[in-house]
Structure formats: structure tokens, C-alpha cells
């Protein structure tokens, strides 16, 4: 991977040979696991500004009806989150110059609060051909991570690394959009959900702004600091300011109207010496509100015609006649990869993050192909077409608690790399984990044609399939039949799609090692064990946030530079020493981080949630507020004060607090720093199948903890205090 400073610039045709399409990467970590940024994405003409509104791409905006871009969201990385951007760089219209990589901060944070903040660009292959870190991050709000452009027919990308105090408005304002922050009016936004609302304000179907007339002397959005770009940047600089103030010198009023393709006809300049019209108003200034839309859950099902409860609906999809996994596989792949291909935006959003390009969709199953004496036959095959090209995949497919097998894995990569298909796609109940592979696959490096070796497990095709029937929406009535269709057989019992279910050969020996104070440190089934833990986690995180329609990824604390393995070499040291396995879950718009921490000593898991004090009032009156919120929480809810300095504050049960609320004040003058609440429940020991298994017993004490407490809690201004740190009591 070529890693680039500041300035530099490189050409992406000299890295790979696939860089047609790239997937751009956004990553940063924080030491309390709570540092977000959203990305977002401008299209520039020759003159350094966007043509209209409809090239600024960010939460409210993810995709271009041509598939140029796509923001695929945020994806789990080790030491914190990621958020990916699709480029298809031969699709976008060729008057586009620059492709603006940025992101910004909600309610203008600091980006000098996170850690490890970088950017990676990896090909249609999956390799990665280049990264670029920003190491001197401080009051900063935006950043421009960097630029693709256009110089001689060929794409460059130029690490830029400026940043912004004055967050997305004035980044945005720089490229020819005029925001208001909505996060910046004095909390005055919707605190329900922690983020913004755009505001449509021009009665047209897409969000409409005022065309911006840049200043004549300025320089426009470049770096003119000392160790700004150089080589081919100055020639852009230059053509930057000429455009500028040849626009400031011919600046007329922006119409209304716009013409095919998105341009603005200029309209007629008054006549020379005319007084303006005193009768007409002054037009309102339309600025885009920053703030992300509305979710609308859908309606309540229709009363049933049946007769009574014994009657079940037909299904396009049944599953309850499947009797042998060879059936469920087969079923569950036709099915699947029949739903992509007639629901345009499922389909992209399950095969953008593979590299493939936006185009027409074909699927195919038991395709029988030549491979020596004996030819193979994968259980899927998925086309797209654009442009007279064809990306191909070829899909393996697991049902239950089978696991892939390498050596079949391995055939079909060679088979694509022969036949000069593009990826392989694995699909199974396990969930991947970075540093672990599912699979062990050679690759021969005296092939020219490279193939991509990616994972999908089955909770994440539900969790998408979530998102856009009940909080995203799909354009078309029966796309979203389908896709409800869908969601009805993943979750139906008899389909083999229930995703991580099995905690592994190593959870009974481990789980009776620590019963048995046999368990010593180092023994590498303890390893295992934190790794199905870890992948556990993710699936309820998944789960989670299809129901919500929010982002909810598990916080990964771990020192700066260290590996997965190492991390969990840790882990997997505590566990055997305290019988302990912990997480954190970060939910969007909950008031803290969400803790989970399993005592297999004594089969009790407990959930947890930190929330800082209130920055005004009396430590009475905060105490009372709260106990008005967890009205409905439970009886046994454990309530402890945080004191300053990490004293031990006054705790106890919610049953015992109601009454007497006062009991949770300090005796002394120590200062309330905030509140934890905890929820202990019994938890099962077996590996998953039972209904009173472990995996289960995790699902169903998050989703208690969540719904009866953390959805109750009232999000307070953010402030600087240490993170959560659950604790099980012995």
C-alpha cells in the first residue's frame, strides 16, 4: 500500500489496475468510544464549485441516481468505527473534476478528541492502494481528507488533510453550498435523536440552496498554508482563482428554474441605469439545513380476514416444508440472490461494498463450471452489466451451524481467476472478524487477474433488509412486498438463516474450566472463546440496529497499535483469570455507552449504562427527574451515584429508591459526576440452540436493558468525564 503525506498526490492507474471503482475508507477511534463523524462527498465542476445541491452527497443524500457515489455507512473496525464511500469513477458525468472526500463533527466537536484518524482507498479487488493519516487533528470540526481529479483523462487522488473550525458550513460554503447548522443553534434541534433535520424550503422534489458568488480575491477552498500542495495543485489553484473572479465580475441573481442535467440557464440582467423593482420582494435566501431526515415507521398491518389464529398467510417464500440443510441452502440462496436482482436497492446495497458496479443485475443458481476432471458447481452467480462490462461473483452459501470449507473456497477462487471473474462471495451464519479468517485461501501472485475473498453472514442481509422496509423505504409497493417476504423467511425458524447461533467446540471445556478453577492462563481455547464472544456481539449490534434504524457498532478500546490477535490474546488472559467476557455498544442517540459484561463463574450477565450529571440545577432535583424517567423501568434496576475522583457514591435498587430518592445524595460535599445503571439477569450456559441458551440469554437482556431503560433516558449535553466501565457483581 502506497502511504501518502500531506500534498502528495499520486495516480491511481499506477497503483491498480482495477481502480475504475475504489472504495474509500473514513476511520477514526476515540478513548471513550464515543467520537463520531459523518462523511461526506462533493462533485466540483473545472471552477472549483458544485453544480448544484444535487452534488453534495452525505446522510440525507448517500447515492447518485448514476451510481457514481454511494455512501455504504459505517462498518466496525477494531479500535473503532469506519465509514465507506463508493466511487465508480468511469460513471461520473464527464463535466465532473473533482471528487472532495470530507467529514465533519456533529454539533462542531473537536476532531483533535479522536485517534487513529485515516483515510485508505482500496480498489474493485479489495486491495488496498493507498493511505493517508492526519496526525495533527486539534479545534478542528471538518476535514477534507482528500481529492480524486481528473488530469488528462486519467484519475489522481492528492491527500489535502485541511480542516475547518467552522465545521460543514463553512467546508460546504467553500465548494458552493450555503448550510445552516442546525447543530450550532443552541441545542435547539431534536434531542430525541441526537442529530439535525434538513429542510426542504423551495417546494421542489430535492433540497434547493442559493448559488454562491465567490468573493473576487479569495482563494477558494485550497490549502495556502505553509506545506501546501504542490506540483500539479498550483496550476488548480490557479485556474480556481481566475474562475473566481471571473464569476464575482459577471455574478448575477441564481434562477429558480434549472435545465436537464442539473445546470442553471442565467437569466436576463437588468437593463443598465434601471432602479430595481421597489414592489418585488427580496427572494428568501435557501440555505440546506444540516440534519438528517425523519424516520417514518410504517403503518400498522391491516386487521386479518382469517377466521382465527390457526389460519397462516400464504408466503411467497415457505419455509416449513425444508427438511435437510442441502434444502435450506438451495432455497435460501435462490431466494436471496432472486430478491437482489428485482430490488434495485437491496442489491446495490449488498453488492456496493464488494466492488461491484451499479448496473444491471442478474442472479443465477447451480451453475455448473469446467474445473479439471471435475467441474464444480457453486450455489450462486451474480452479473451486473454496465457499459458493455460485467462484473461477476460467484456465491457459497451455508445454512445452520455448517461451516465453509477451504479447500471448496479454494476451488472457486481459482476457477474466478481463471475465468476472470472478479470476486468470490462466501455467505454463512458466522460473522467475520478482522484478524481471524473464516477461511484459509492461497492466492497465486503470478496471476495477473486478482479475485476478492468476501463474507456475508446471514444477520447482515437481515439487517439491511430491516433497514430499508422499516426505516429507509425502497421506491416501489412491490419491491418492499419482497423485501418483507424476505425478512419473514430469514427469520423463520426452519430456514437455517438465524445467524450466529453456536458458541463453538471450545464453550463447554472453557465454561467447566472456570467452574472447575482449571482454566490457565494461555490455553488456546480461551481464544476461541473471546472470538465467538466478539462475533456475538457484532450479531447483536446488528440486530439491534435494523429494529432501531440507527447505527449501533461495538466499541473496540485497545491501545494505538494494537493487532486483533494481541487484543485478543488479552482478553482471552482476563477471561481466564476472572471468567469474564466484556463489551461495549455504542447505540446512536442513547445517552452513554452501553455495557455488557457475561460472570461465567456464576452464570449472571449484566448490562449497563453510565450518564453524566446535569450541568445545571440540584443534585435533588436531577435525582428526581430520574427516577420520573425509569417509572417503568425494573424493580431491580441497581442505581450508584459516580462521585469525583472515583469515589464509591451511595447505590441501590430502583425498588428501594422510588420512595426515598434523596438516598442517592452524598452525605458529604463530594461533586455528582453522573449515574450508573445496571441490570443483572441469570444467563444459560448452552451453546446456543436451547431457548435458554447463552446466545439467547445476551440477545434478551440487551433488548430488556435497551427498551426498559435506555430508550427511557433523557440525552444530556455531553461532557468530559470518563467512559462507562461495567462491573459484575460476584
Keep these: 500500500m502506497h502511504e501518502m503525506v500531506k500534498g502528495a498526490n499520486v495516480g491511481l492507474a499506477a497503483l491498480s489496475e482495477n481502480a475504475d471503482s475504489v472504495i474509500v ?88 478528541e479522536l485517534e487513529n484518524i485515516r483515510l485508505v482507498v482500496t480498489d474493485a479487488s479489495g486491495e488496498a492502494m493507498l493511505g493517508f493519516s492526519i ?85 477558494g477552498p485550497l490549502d495556502t498554508r505553509p506545506g501546501a500542495p504542490t506540483d500539479d495543485r498550483a496550476h488548480d489553484q490557479a485556474d480556481d482563482r481566475a474562475v473566481a473572479r471571473a464569476a464575482a465580475l459577471a455574478a448575477v441573481p441564481a434562477p429558480r428554474a434549472t435545465e436537464p442535467g442539473g445546470s442553471e440557464p442565467p437569466a436576463a440582467a437588468p437593463a443598465p441605469g434601471a432602479a430595481p423593482d421597489a414592489d418585488a420582494a427580496p427572494a428568501p435566501a435557501r440555505r440546506l439545513r444540516t440534519a438528517k431526515k425523519k424516520v417514518t415507521l410504517p403503518k400498522a398491518p391491516k386487521p386479518s380476514l382469517a377466521d382465527n389464529d390457526t389460519w397462516r398467510g400464504a408466503r411467497l417464500f415457505p419455509a416449513s416444508s425444508l427438511k435437510s440443510d442441502r434444502e435450506r441452502e438451495m432455497r435460501a440462496t435462490s431466494v436471496l440472490l432472486a430478491v437482489m436482482s428485482q430490488v434495485p436497492e437491496f442489491g446495490r446495497r449488498l453488492t456496493a461494498a464488494f466492488g461491484a458496479p451499479s448496473g444491471r ?85 503470478r496471476r495477473k487477474h486478482k479475485v476478492a475473498l468476501w463474507h456475508l453472514s446471514w444477520a447482515e442481509v437481515t439487517h439491511q433488509a430491516q433497514l430499508l422496509i422499516r426505516h429507509e423505504g425502497v421506491r416501489n409497493e412491490a419491491h418492499a412486498w419482497l423485501l418483507q417476504e424476505l425478512l419473514h423467511y430469514l427469520q423463520h425458524d426452519n430456514s437455517g438463516c438465524h445467524g450466529f447461533q453456536n458458541m463453538g467446540p471450545a464453550w463447554v471445556p472453557v465454561r467447566n474450566g472456570i467452574d472447575e478453577e482449571t482454566l490457565t492462563p494461555g490455553d488456546p481455547r480461551s481464544v476461541q472463546v473471546v472470538e465467538s464472544w466478539e462475533r456475538l456481539i457484532r450479531q447483536v449490534c446488528l440486530r439491534l440496529g435494523g429494529e432501531l434504524g440507527t447505527k449501533v457498532v461495538p466499541v473496540q478500546r485497545a491501545r494505538r497499535g494494537t493487532d486483533p490477535v494481541s487484543r485478543r490474546a488479552e482478553l482471552a488472559h482476563r477471561l481466564c483469570v476472572d471468567g469474564q467476557l466484556s463489551a461495549e455498544i455504542r447505540v446512536e442517540g442513547a445517552p452513554g455507552i452501553l455495557g455488557v459484561v457475561a460472570d461465567l463463574r456464576v452464570g449472571r450477565l449484566r448490562t449497563s449504562i453510565e450518564i453524566a450529571a446535569p450541568e445545571q440545577g440540584y ?62 439477569k441469570s444467563v444459560g450456559g448452552a451453546r446456543g440452540n436451547a431457548e435458554t441458551g447463552f446466545i439467547r440469554g445476551v440477545d434478551a437482556a440487551v433488548d430488556l436493558f435497551h427498551s426498559r431503560v435506555v430508550t427511557r433516558l433523557e440525552r444530556p449535553r455531553p461532557v468530559q468525564r470518563r467512559a462507562a466501565t461495567p462491573e459484575v457483581a460476584g
Excluded at 182 to 193: L, R
Aim: glycine share 10%; hydrophobic share 40%.
Design 25 to 112: 475508507s473514513l476511520s477514526w477511534s476515540s478513548p471513550s468510544g464515543e467520537g463520531d463523524a459523518d462523511v461526506s462527498v462533493l462533485l466540483l465542476g473545472a471552477d472549483g464549485k458544485v453544480r448544484g445541491n444535487a452534488d453534495f452527497f452525505y446522510y440525507n443524500n448517500p447515492a447518485a441516481t448514476d451510481g457514481s457515489v454511494q455512501l455504504l455507512g459505517a462498518a466496525v473496525t477494531e479500535n473503532g468505527s469506519e465509514d465507506r464511500i463508493r466511487l465508480d469513477l468511469a460513471a461520473l458525468p464527464q463535466d465532473i473534476d473533482r471528487v472532495i472526500i470530507a467529514a465533519s463533527r456533529y454539533r462542531r466537536a473537536h476532531f483533535g
Design 135 to 219: 496526525a495533527d487533528a486539534g479545534t478542528e470540526s471538518a476535514f477534507v481528507f482528500g481529492e480524486v481529479y481528473r488530469r488528462a483523462e486519467a484519475w489522481k487522488f492528492r491527500a489535502i488533510g485541511q480542516g475547518y473550525d467552522s465545521g460543514l458550513a463553512g467546508l460546504a460554503t467553500d465548494y458552493g453550498i450555503e448550510i445552516d447548522e442546525d447543530d450550532d443553534q443552541d441545542g435547539e434541534q431534536d434531542e430525541s435523536s441526537g442529530f439535525h433535520e434538513v429542510v426542504v424550503d423551495d417546494g421542489t422534489a430535492g433540497p434547493a440552496i442559493e448559488r454562491v458568488v465567490p468573493d473576487a480575491d479569495a482563494a
Design 361 to 445: 443485475m442478474e442472479a443465477f443458481t447451480e451453475v455448473t463450471l469446467p474445473h479439471g476432471d471435475s467441474p464444480k458447481r457453486p450455489d450462486g452467480v451474480i452479473r451486473v452489466e454496465r457499459a458493455g462490462k460485467l462484473w461477476t461473483a460467484l456465491v457459497e452459501t451455508k445454512t445452520n451451524g455448517n461451516s465453509l470449507k477451504s479447500e471448496q473456497i479454494q476451488d472457486y477462487v481459482n476457477i474466478a481467476a481463471h475465468r476472470g471473474y472478479e470476486a468470490v462471495i462466501t455467505l454463512s451464519n458466522d460473522v467475520a472478524l478482522e484478524g481471524s479468517s473464516l477461511v484459509e485461501v492461497k492466492t497465486d501472485g
Design 619 to 680: 443534585p435533588l432535583s436531577w435525582v428526581k427527574r430520574l427516577m420520573r424517567q425509569l417509572a417503568e423501568a425494573p424493580a431491580d434496576l441497581h442505581v450508584q451515584t459516580l462521585l469525583e475522583g472515583d469515589a464509591v457514591g451511595p447505590r441501590g435498587t430502583l425498588e428501594k429508591l422510588r420512595p426515598e430518592p434523596g438516598d442517592l445524595l452524598p452525605k458529604g460535599s463530594e461533586k455528582i459526576t453522573g449515574f450508573r445503571l445496571s441490570l443483572a
